[in-house]
């Protein structure tokens, strides 16, 4: 992906700073940008050959920025600043002592590096949501940072001491929440936050400049609140739509998608993008999304997963995505390498219907409008939930859904967009600032079974949700009462069992053949220094004791080759 990554000298491998950045360049849109080297700090980047992002070098400070700032002027019109860019904003709210007011208010996807080159002061800064990772390690003196955990990896003689509670947490949520990483000296910068190292002191500390507690609460009607959502829904496009971008929008069959596709057409943007859906052949997704495209008169390209092979198609995505997610949920990452190569930004419709649709409730309708407190999480998280590490303070409100933003979503969801990044700019703006801190201002209640997000969505864009059917949740298009009558073929087809998934891809089938079940055994039986070692007892109770109860169970299958794949990986980078 995109993104930085730096050390501070004196480590004695600090030449590995190479090889860090080519671990994370995976497409021919990638380069490596500009270095900086000191005798305290060595730092350089990956990023797009597009980027209009510039570094900033000098006797004072050096910053590095990776990202967007969709509401620049209006912060510089608030602070009376006149920086040309969003890397001088950063410079001069550092100088003028206003970097935690102007990062309050920034909103977009970003990651930012500064040194203080007079204090020996190093900040690392995370967007509000914490999209744009940056992970850190800080054991014995040695700091190293970057934007993927296989750049530190691929420094020698630090402690990847595999966190235990890891495993427990990816097989049973299938992703690992907070700032956990792999490893326990390895982490994840949390969201909003400016993380501080003192070079002399040896010192790290960190701070929010934002928290969901500065959200105020309003008493509105439920109709009023339709009304404000479906303006703010076009608005979160459009702020992020820049005319000098050549966009692709992924369309699915459902909700998210097609309010992108829908404010594009609202405000007439209709050259300079292309759509594409990816599924088996039949699937509903590309059914739909072929409407929606004739619809508006544009392109649409179909990217098939009939013959993806997981065990040979999606290896590679395992480790580009630090083994993080498990292999079922990467469908279509390669897509990338087959769309327009003139593509410069991809619009995401991620988290739509989990936050506006209310997809993640709390157990009890008791616990609509409370203060969240761990214990309500543990319908999701289940024996995990103590572990998890997370500063409750810092979602002092009276909303379900900010932890789930910032854990599920960001750890899951956010994820799967990593490697999007070496492609394309990837705008997500279902997570704009105004949107969110809108819809927690409101009542939770307004938004359960979709009736607010779906109300609004047909306010806003009628001809986009009431013409042409949709899927969501449990919905799916209305069909025929009478049975259709088959073909002899399709008979055939059913009775083998090759009939077409109505969604992306048939998982259960993919496992259920003995031709894989062959090699899935043959790949967990491979052994592994990491995952033998006694303390963490992988092995012994996720496989050995287990396989034959799970070996069926898609998810939990996937879940557990994708982790042995990963360390495989692992141990064969820091030979």
């Not at 900040?123 to 390690?137: A, Q």
């Not at 048939?506 to 220094?529: A, G, H, M, S």
């Amino acid at each position: 992906m995109a993104g930085f990554c730096g050390i501070i000298n004196g480590i004695n491998n600090s030449n590995n700073l190479d090889h860090a950045l080519d671990s994370m360049i995976y497409s021919q849109k990638q380069i490596i940008g500009e270095y900086f080297n000191d005798s305290l700090v060595k730092i350089s980047e990956v990023k797009l050959n597009f980027s209009k992002n510039k570094p900033i070098k000098n006797d004072d400070y050096v910053i590095f920025i990776n990202g967007n700032c969709y509401n620049l002027s209006d912060i510089k019109n608030q602070f009376y600043f006149e920086s040309q860019d969003f890397e001088h904003l950063i410079l001069d709210a550092y100088k003028e002592n206003k970097l935690d007011s102007v990062l309050n208010k920034a909103d977009g996807i970003f990651q930012i590096f500064i040194y203080d080159r007079k204090n020996k002061k190093i900040n690392l800064i995370s967007d509000r949501r914490g999209v744009w990772f940056i992970y850190y390690y800080l054991k014995n003196d040695k700091f190293i940072f970057g934007s993927e955990v296989k750049n530190i990896l691929m420094f020698k003689d630090i402690d990847l001491t595999i966190d235990s509670d890891a495993f427990q947490f990816f097989m049973d949520i299938g992703y690992l929440p907070g700032d956990n990483t792999w490893f326990k000296n390895i982490k994840l910068i949390r969201p909003s936050t400016i993380l501080e190292y003192d070079i002399d002191k040896k010192q790290l500390s960190q701070r929010y400049y934002w928290t969901y507690s500065e959200i105020k609460q309003q008493d509105i009607s439920f109709e009023d609140a339709v009304d404000k959502l479906a303006e703010l829904l076009p608005k979160s496009v459009i702020k992020r739509y820049d005319q000098a971008d050549t966009i692709t929008v992924p369309l699915s069959g459902g909700l998210d998608s097609r309010m992108i596709l829908a404010s594009l057409d609202k405000f007439n943007i209709n050259t300079n993008y292309n759509v594409c859906t990816m599924g088996e052949k039949g699937a509903i997704d590309i059914k739909i999304a072929k409407q929606l495209t004739k619809k508006i008169k544009q392109k649409h390209t179909v990217f098939p997963l009939d013959k993806d092979d997981l065990l040979v198609t999606r290896i590679d995505n395992i480790w580009e995505n630090d083994g993080l997610y498990s292999i079922k949920h990467m469908h279509g990452q390669n897509n990338a390498e087959l769309m327009n190569s003139n593509i410069t930004a991809l619009y995401s419709g991620g988290v739509g219907g989990e936050v506006y649709g209310n997809v993640y409730r709390p157990k009890s309708e008791e616990d609509y409008g409370k203060i969240p407190n761990i214990n309500m999480y543990k319908h999701i998280y289940l024996r995990n939930v103590e572990k998890m590490n997370i500063d409750m303070e810092y979602y002092n409100i009276p909303h379900f859904h900010p932890f789930m933003i910032d854990n599920t979503l960001r750890k899951f969801t956010f994820v799967s967009l990593q490697k999007t990044h070496s492609y394309f700019f990837v705008n997500v703006p279902f997570i704009d600032n105004d949107l969110l801190d809108f819809i927690f201002s409101i009542p939770d209640v307004y938004r359960k079974d979709y009736k607010l997000y779906l109300s609004a969505l047909k306010k806003a864009f009628p001809d986009f949700y009431n013409e042409i059917p949709y899927h969501s949740g449990g919905y799916r298009p209305k069909e025929k009462k009478e049975k259709p009558k088959l073909s002899l073929i399709q008979k055939i087809k059913n009775k083998l069992g090759i009939n077409p998934t109505n969604y992306f891809f048939d998982y259960d089938k993919y496992v259920r053949n003995n031709r894989n079940q062959k090699r899935i055994k043959e790949i967990l039986d491979t052994p592994n220094k990491f995952l033998l070692n006694e303390k963490n007892n992988f092995y012994i109770n996720y496989y050995k004791e287990n396989y034959e109860k799970i070996r069926y169970n898609t998810d939990k299958i996937l879940k557990l080759i994708t982790v042995k794949l990963y360390f495989d990986k692992v141990n064969e980078v820091i030979k």
